[in-house]
């Protein structure tokens, strides 16, 4: 845009300005009021920031205010003005759009103003600028806190703001084309503030007490300097090269020299001694062209090895969102003067500011005082400071506030939020993962630090690296983040850097769980209950509760109740978990025969917890607590168990752990030593340590092999080219004695899939069939018990703690068939060709059957089988007319629905549960598609006209407009209020399909969207039968509300003949006949004049007299 095109008004306030002569710039007398004019602009721009794009076009802050504020920054108002205006007009462009555009015209719109963005940065560059802000900011601060104004205060901020957003400003890389050591627009800037002086204000604004309000701000600032810039290159600054360094320059250059001799001698070899055109044509044997016949090779035999079936193919077009993520990080090594400021700087920060200012800006996040995603500058400066600190002497004191258990959970809690995010802000996945890596890398680098701390001489702080890695080896959330990630990695949304970084962690965490374990028998860690779950420990119970009896510890118990002390207050451990210790604790005391001593702290705790009577109620009998203390015991309480490393390398052992591995092995020639150090090791573990090399026979995993193997420079990689040996070899072994290995090269294998490779397939026929042919042990053991009140559930639970039985599913009853035999799958494919055509057919198969099974296991048979493609065939088919209104209770599940698919218990219903519960179903349903509805109300005639006539009114709106949004229900008059209000009312709303608010934002009940006209009119009509009022007060045994037209009372006796038809069609003596016949004298009014049923029957039923019959 050219300023030839501004608008006429912009153009005006510009020139009022004023002009620069040479180097001085002449104001003109308006200047202040049209600095504010064009504050006001810019707060009426459009959605293509078209003012802003004027202002950029016409480098008003190259020409007109960087020269006011330098040369008139006595002109306090003037100078105000100015700052806010530039910070206006400085702010990110995400900021103005929002985020990236995705129309082509707003992304042009978007790219100008970074262009515009761009240009201001350079013209910031300028040490007399950056001279006068610091200068401005020195004198702000002098001023103590009585005499600042709040006007100071928003001038501090504004300057702040001012270098965030310059600093903010992304690099032009076209442009600027800078190789290392030389300086770009950002050193330039990184300068200018240095000579200036404004990063010693900065340092001095970071650790003062009394400036703590501008940490936030310091903390960005600081973070925007150290963008382009990584720890180890500003730790080398100014110092000679280590031994160290330049061997490992001198291995890359080695690397780079084989790869280029290797490239001459092939281009040697395939420079030919005869002429191009007599190439000659060869028959490769034994390779199949298109057809039948062999290929023909039209090439010099020196390219036959690169041939392959996929030359002159056009290549495959990757969708976008299957194209893997890339990498943003963008890192140079800045000019030298630069690097040493930059240096300094960190030593100073670190001396002076870091524990101080990261204390503070960690109590803003805690307390929700920062703004969104605040927490990424934290997360960097705690992975960079402590990179550096480690590079340059490191001193745990220097970074103490940020080396403590704390600062892990508070990292593990930010990289799950930042996976679900991830997950379910699919727009957004891409900066969601940018700030998980971000979390990660913190993570690492406090791994890091405490592996160093372990490195010192210092006893106290080894002592204190001991106790953080006691912390996060034992808790369960620390050991197993490395494997979520590894098996939740997705490479279309994370980039490589991210799982080099994930796999470097992982290995730094295992190598330090290694050396932790190392002279010790086992390690105690937590178990999680959903971990334990179906799995009873066996507890060898020593303690017999006959000792209660025969010696009653009553006697003792008040001494014993001071002396227990259940809770610590000064622990950290929430009071949930030292609840659940405390009963951990009465346990171990009754297994280890300490029966006074668990009754103690069992009355200790109930004075703690007293709510919930976790540990029984404050006027608990004495019987009543020895049952109690039998409960404890039995507890499936989550406990602590030891821990071989082994045993957590098996964890790994899985072909989605594994995978990513590989992925990052692809690209070995491009990894550091130590990535792919990191990688051979893992493998290595998984293939030397758990005898699982199987586990790696892949063809992908073969191939990369391969390309290892066939590197012209693969002397650099002797570890990966010894690991790869060994595992070729291993291979060839087991394919001489399994000749399906071959074949298994084609399918990723879990650990049982390994174990049948190497050890033997199972022959058909051969599997595990758990068949209970014997007389159920626990009906038989009943009978012989001395105590004969035991019941069955005891006796299981009893001999379950005795580890006679594993689990209680070993003592169920009925008989469990795991495997369907041929003849069954024969007998279930003959049934279901014979009630293919009928309209129940998974019903008329259960009833046929001869193996007796649940739903959900047919419903997987049969899909297996391929007889049907979708569960939804095998649903019952029902014949519903449209001018029927079907009213259901939210508590039910819809009748249509005879799909069972998500039960997980897989014991049958007995055959007279299954006919008691489809005859209920029958009766009801037959009930509840009634025409009419009959509600009985009183006192709501009003309120139900009303809702008619919205409901009539609605259905018309649709049909004339044909399209169709949720329609609030709004009461304009008292009685509408109060009856939506009533929950008699509300009830009634829910029944003919009303939405309630989904949330405090809404305040209205709503007609859903997906209404039909029909439904519309037949809720309404249904509505017309509760506009009369009750006769009079019907008693337990009253009649309904009688109707005045035929057609009602026809279709209500319709309704009748159906549920006697459903009452005939029961067996005789079951339980719902015996309730059928009392169920109206059961019916009761309740407060709001709605019959309600009876509160033992869980479905609703439609109040029928008899007497209609």
């Given at each position: 845009?050219?300023?030839s095109?501004m608008?006429?008004?912009?153009l005006?306030?510009c020139?009022?300005?004023?002009?620069?002569?040479?180097?001085?710039?002449?104001?003109?007398?308006?200047?202040?009021?049209?600095?504010?004019?064009?504050?006001?602009?810019?707060?009426?721009?459009?959605?293509t920031?078209?003012?802003?794009?004027?202002?950029?076009?016409?480098q008003i802050?190259?020409?007109?205010?960087?020269?006011?504020?330098?040369?008139?920054?006595?002109?306090?108002?003037?100078f105000?003005?100015?700052?806010?205006?530039?910070?206006?007009?400085?702010?990110?462009?995400?900021?103005?759009?929002?985020?990236?555009?995705?129309?082509?015209?707003v992304?042009?719109?978007?790219l100008?103003v970074?262009?515009?963005?761009?240009?201001?940065?350079?013209a910031f560059?300028?040490?007399?600028v950056?001279?006068v802000?610091?200068?401005?900011?020195?004198?702000?601060?002098?001023?103590?806190?009585?005499?600042r104004?709040e006007?100071?205060n928003?001038?501090?901020?504004?300057i702040?703001?001012l270098?965030?957003?310059?600093?903010?400003?992304?690099?032009d890389p076209h442009?600027?084309k800078?190789?290392?050591?030389?300086?770009s627009?950002?050193?330039k800037?990184l300068?200018?503030?240095?000579?200036?002086g404004?990063?010693?204000l900065?340092?001095?604004l970071?650790s003062?007490?009394?400036?703590?309000?501008?940490?936030?701000?310091?903390l960005?600032?600081?973070?925007l300097?150290?963008r382009?810039?990584?720890?180890?290159?500003?730790v080398?600054a100014?110092?000679t090269?280590s031994a160290?360094?330049k061997?490992?320059?001198?291995?890359?250059?080695?690397?780079l020299?084989?790869k280029?001799?290797a490239?001459?001698?092939s281009?040697?070899?395939q420079?030919?001694t005869?002429h191009?055109?007599f190439?000659?044509?060869?028959v490769?044997?034994?390779?199949?062209?298109?057809?039948?016949?062999?290929?023909?090779y039209?090439?010099?035999?020196?390219?036959?090895?690169?041939y392959t079936?996929?030359?002159g193919k056009?290549?495959r077009?990757v969708?976008?969102?299957?194209?893997?993520?890339?990498?943003?990080?963008?890192?140079?090594?800045?000019?030298?003067n630069?690097?040493?400021f930059l240096?300094?700087?960190?030593?100073?920060?670190?001396?002076?500011?870091?524990n101080?200012?990261?204390?503070l800006?960690?109590?803003?996040?805690?307390?929700e005082?920062?703004q969104?995603?605040?927490?990424t500058?934290?997360l960097?400066?705690?992975?960079?400071?402590m990179?550096?600190n480690?590079?340059?002497?490191?001193?745990?004191?220097?970074?103490s506030?940020?080396?403590?258990?704390?600062?892990?959970?508070?990292?593990?809690?930010n990289?799950?939020?930042?996976y679900?995010?991830?997950l379910?802000?699919?727009?957004e996945?891409?900066?969601?993962?940018r700030?998980?890596?971000?979390a990660?890398?913190a993570?690492?680098e406090?791994?890091?630090?405490?592996?160093?701390?372990d490195?010192?001489?210092?006893?106290?702080?080894?002592?204190?690296a001991?106790?953080?890695?006691?912390?996060?080896f034992?808790?369960m959330e620390?050991?197993?983040?490395?494997?979520?990630?590894?098996r939740?990695?997705?490479?279309?949304?994370q980039?490589?850097?991210?799982?080099?970084?994930l796999?470097?962690?992982?290995?730094?965490f295992?190598?330090?769980?290694e050396r932790?374990?190392?002279?010790?028998?086992n390690l105690?860690?937590?178990?999680?209950t959903?971990d334990?779950?179906?799995v009873?420990?066996?507890?060898?119970?020593?303690f017999?509760?006959?000792?209660?009896?025969?010696?009653?510890?009553?006697s003792?118990?008040?001494?014993l109740?001071e002396g227990?002390?259940?809770?610590?207050?000064a622990?950290?451990?929430?009071?949930?978990e030292?609840?659940?210790?405390?009963?951990?604790?009465?346990?171990d005391?009754?297994?280890?025969r300490?029966?006074?001593e668990?009754?103690?702290l069992?009355?200790a705790?109930?004075e703690?917890w007293?709510?919930?009577?976790v540990?029984?109620?404050?006027?608990?009998?004495p019987?009543?607590?020895?049952?109690?203390?039998?409960?404890i015991l039995?507890?499936?309480l989550?406990?602590?168990?030891?821990l071989?490393?082994?045993?957590?390398f098996?964890?790994f052992?899985?072909p989605?752990?594994?995978?990513?591995?590989?992925?990052l092995l692809?690209?070995?020639s491009q990894?550091?030593?130590h990535?792919?150090?990191?990688?051979?090791?893992m493998?290595h573990?998984?293939?030397?340590?758990l005898k699982?090399?199987?586990?790696?026979?892949q063809?992908?995993?073969f191939?990369?092999?391969n390309?290892?193997?066939?590197?012209p420079?693969?002397?650099?990689?002797k570890e990966?080219?010894?690991?790869?040996?060994?595992v070729?070899?291993?291979?060839?072994?087991?394919?001489a004695r399994?000749?399906?290995?071959y074949?298994?090269?084609?399918?990723?294998k879990n650990?049982?899939?390994?174990?049948?490779?190497?050890e033997g397939?199972?022959?058909?026929?051969?599997?595990?069939?758990?068949?209970c042919?014997?007389?159920?042990?626990v009906e038989t053991?009943l009978?012989?018990?001395?105590?004969?009140?035991?019941?069955?559930?005891?006796?299981?639970a009893?001999m379950?703690?005795?580890?006679?039985v594993?689990s209680v599913?070993?003592?169920?009853?009925g008989?469990?068939i795991?495997?369907w035999?041929?003849?069954?799958?024969e007998?279930?494919?003959?049934?279901?060709?014979?009630?293919?055509?009928?309209n129940?057919?998974?019903?008329?198969?259960?009833?046929k059957?001869?193996?007796?099974?649940s739903?959900a296991r047919?419903?997987?048979?049969?899909?297996s089988?391929?007889?049907?493609?979708?569960?939804?065939?095998l649903y019952?088919?029902?014949?519903?007319?449209?001018?029927y209104?079907?009213?259901?209770w939210p508590?039910?599940?819809?009748?249509?629905?005879e799909?069972?698919?998500?039960?997980?218990?897989?014991?049958?219903?007995?055959?007279?549960?299954?006919q008691?519960?489809k005859s209920?179903?029958?009766?009801?349903?037959?009930l509840?598609?009634?025409?009419k509805l009959y509600?009985?109300?009183?006192?709501?005639?009003?309120?139900?006209?009303?809702?008619?006539?919205?409901?009539?009114?609605?259905?018309d709106d649709?049909?004339?407009e044909g399209?169709?949004q949720?329609?609030?229900?709004?009461?304009?008059?008292e009685?509408?209020?109060?009856a939506?209000?009533?929950?008699?009312?509300?009830?009634?709303?829910?029944?003919?399909?009303?939405?309630a608010?989904?949330?405090e934002?809404?305040?209205f009940?709503?007609?859903?969207?997906?209404?039909?006209?029909?439904?519309?009119?037949?809720?309404?009509?249904?509505?017309s039968?509760?506009?009369e009022?009750?006769a009079?007060e019907q008693?337990?045994?009253?009649?309904?509300?009688?109707?005045?037209?035929?057609?009602?009372?026809?279709?209500?006796?319709q309704?009748?003949?159906?549920l006697l038809?459903?009452?005939?069609r029961?067996?005789?003596?079951s339980?719902t006949a015996?309730h059928?016949?009392?169920?109206?004298?059961?019916?009761?009014?309740?407060q709001?004049?709605?019959?309600s049923a009876?509160?033992?029957?869980?479905?609703?039923?439609v109040?029928i007299d008899?007497?209609?019959?």
């Amino acid at each position: 845009m050219e300023l030839s095109i501004m608008n006429c008004e912009l153009l005006a306030t510009c020139s009022a300005l004023g002009y620069l002569e040479g180097d001085t710039y002449h104001r003109e007398p308006d200047c202040l009021e049209s600095v504010k004019d064009l504050i006001r602009y810019l707060r009426h721009e459009d959605d293509t920031r078209d003012i802003r794009q004027q202002l950029g076009a016409g480098q008003i802050i190259q020409n007109d205010l960087l020269p006011i504020i330098s040369q008139h920054s006595q002109d306090k108002a003037l100078f105000d003005a100015c700052i806010r205006l530039m910070v206006n007009l400085t702010q990110p462009a995400l900021l103005c759009f929002g985020k990236v555009p995705d129309d082509p015209t707003v992304r042009h719109h978007f790219l100008q103003v970074v262009s515009y963005l761009q240009a201001y940065k350079e013209a910031f560059a300028n040490e007399k600028v950056f001279g006068v802000l610091s200068e401005t900011l020195y004198n702000l601060l002098q001023l103590d806190w009585e005499q600042r104004q709040e006007e100071d205060n928003l001038l501090i901020e504004r300057i702040l703001l001012l270098v965030r957003n310059v600093l903010h400003v992304p690099a032009d890389p076209h442009e600027e084309k800078n190789v290392d050591d030389d300086a770009s627009v950002h050193d330039k800037l990184l300068w200018a503030m240095h000579m200036s002086g404004l990063d010693d204000l900065i340092k001095f604004l970071a650790s003062a007490p009394s400036e703590q309000q501008w940490s936030m701000h310091v903390l960005e600032v600081t973070s925007l300097m150290f963008r382009d810039q990584t720890p180890e290159l500003l730790v080398s600054a100014g110092q000679t090269r280590s031994a160290q360094e330049k061997q490992r320059d001198a291995q890359e250059l080695e690397v780079l020299r084989q790869k280029e001799q290797a490239e001459k001698r092939s281009r040697t070899l395939q420079r030919g001694t005869r002429h191009s055109r007599f190439g000659g044509s060869y028959v490769v044997q034994g390779l199949k062209s298109i057809g039948e016949k062999d290929v023909i090779y039209h090439r010099g035999l020196h390219n036959f090895k690169n041939y392959t079936h996929d030359l002159g193919k056009a290549v495959r077009r990757v969708p976008k969102r299957k194209q893997q993520a890339k990498d943003t990080e963008g890192k140079r090594r800045s000019a030298l003067n630069v690097r040493l400021f930059l240096r300094k700087f960190c030593v100073d920060f670190l001396e002076n500011c870091y524990n101080r200012l990261m204390y503070l800006v960690k109590e803003g996040l805690v307390r929700e005082q920062a703004q969104q995603h605040d927490e990424t500058y934290y997360l960097w400066a705690l992975s960079f400071f402590m990179a550096f600190n480690r590079g340059n002497g490191f001193r745990a004191d220097l970074v103490s506030e940020t080396m403590s258990i704390r600062t892990f959970h508070f990292i593990e809690r930010n990289i799950t939020n930042y996976y679900e995010m991830m997950l379910t802000d699919r727009k957004e996945a891409t900066s969601w993962s940018r700030r998980m890596h971000l979390a990660l890398k913190a993570y690492q680098e406090l791994l890091l630090t405490v592996n160093e701390m372990d490195r010192s001489h210092d006893e106290n702080i080894k002592q204190s690296a001991n106790v953080i890695k006691s912390n996060i080896f034992y808790l369960m959330e620390y050991r197993e983040i490395f494997l979520t990630l590894l098996r939740k990695f997705d490479e279309t949304k994370q980039p490589r850097s991210f799982l080099r970084d994930l796999v470097e962690s992982t290995h730094l965490f295992l190598r330090m769980l290694e050396r932790f374990c190392k002279g010790r028998n086992n390690l105690v860690v937590q178990v999680s209950t959903r971990d334990m779950k179906g799995v009873r420990p066996v507890i060898k119970c020593k303690f017999d509760y006959r000792d209660l009896h025969s010696n009653p510890p009553w006697s003792n118990l008040h001494a014993l109740t001071e002396g227990a002390v259940p809770f610590d207050a000064a622990s950290e451990t929430p009071l949930e978990e030292q609840r659940t210790e405390a009963m951990v604790r009465v346990q171990d005391s009754l297994l280890n025969r300490l029966g006074p001593e668990a009754l103690g702290l069992l009355r200790a705790a109930r004075e703690v917890w007293p709510e919930g009577d976790v540990f029984g109620s404050a006027d608990v009998e004495p019987e009543e607590e020895l049952e109690l203390l039998k409960q404890i015991l039995f507890a499936n309480l989550p406990r602590d168990e030891a821990l071989h490393c082994p045993m957590c390398f098996t964890r790994f052992a899985n072909p989605n752990i594994v995978r990513p591995y590989l992925l990052l092995l692809r690209t070995y020639s491009q990894n550091s030593p130590h990535t792919n150090h990191c990688i051979t090791r893992m493998l290595h573990r998984l293939a030397v340590d758990l005898k699982m090399d199987a586990l790696l026979f892949q063809l992908s995993v073969f191939c990369i092999f391969n390309k290892i193997l066939a590197d012209p420079s693969a002397a650099a990689y002797k570890e990966l080219v010894t690991f790869a040996k060994f595992v070729l070899k291993r291979f060839f072994a087991l394919a001489a004695r399994n000749s399906k290995a071959y074949v298994e090269l084609l399918f990723w294998k879990n650990v049982g899939a390994v174990r049948e490779m190497t050890e033997g397939y199972s022959k058909p026929g051969e599997g595990w069939v758990f068949v209970c042919l014997l007389p159920d042990i626990v009906e038989t053991l009943l009978p012989l018990l001395s105590n004969t009140s035991r019941t069955r559930r005891q006796l299981v639970a009893q001999m379950v703690a005795m580890g006679l039985v594993d689990s209680v599913r070993d003592l169920k009853k009925g008989t469990r068939i795991i495997l369907w035999t041929e003849e069954q799958e024969e007998e279930l494919k003959m049934l279901f060709e014979e009630f293919r055509d009928s309209n129940d057919i998974l019903g008329n198969i259960l009833k046929k059957v001869t193996a007796k099974r649940s739903r959900a296991r047919l419903v997987e048979k049969l899909l297996s089988l391929g007889l049907v493609s979708d569960r939804r065939e095998l649903y019952k088919k029902r014949h519903r007319n449209p001018n029927y209104l079907c009213i259901i209770w939210p508590d039910e599940e819809p009748m249509d629905c005879e799909d069972d698919d998500e039960e997980e218990d897989d014991s049958e219903e007995s055959e007279e549960e299954e006919q008691e519960r489809k005859s209920c179903i029958t009766c009801c349903q037959q009930l509840v598609m009634v025409p009419k509805l009959y509600v009985f109300v009183t006192g709501m005639s009003g309120p139900l006209l009303w809702l008619q006539n919205c409901l009539n009114r609605t259905a018309d709106d649709r049909e004339e407009e044909g399209s169709s949004q949720p329609i609030p229900l709004v009461p304009l008059t008292e009685e509408n209020e109060d009856a939506m209000e009533k929950p008699s009312f509300q009830r009634l709303l829910q029944k003919i399909g009303v939405r309630a608010p989904a949330d405090e934002q809404e305040s209205f009940w709503r007609i859903p969207a997906k209404m039909r006209p029909s439904q519309l009119r037949g809720a309404a009509a249904a509505l017309s039968s509760s506009e009369e009022p009750l006769a009079g007060e019907q008693g337990l045994e009253g009649s309904p509300v009688k109707q005045g037209e035929a057609d009602s009372h026809e279709q209500r006796s319709q309704a009748l003949r159906a549920l006697l038809l459903a009452r005939k069609r029961k067996p005789p003596g079951s339980a719902t006949a015996e309730h059928t016949g009392n169920e109206i004298k059961d019916r009761t009014l309740d407060q709001d004049g709605l019959y309600s049923a009876p509160t033992k029957r869980r479905r609703q039923r439609v109040l029928i007299d008899e007497d209609d019959d």
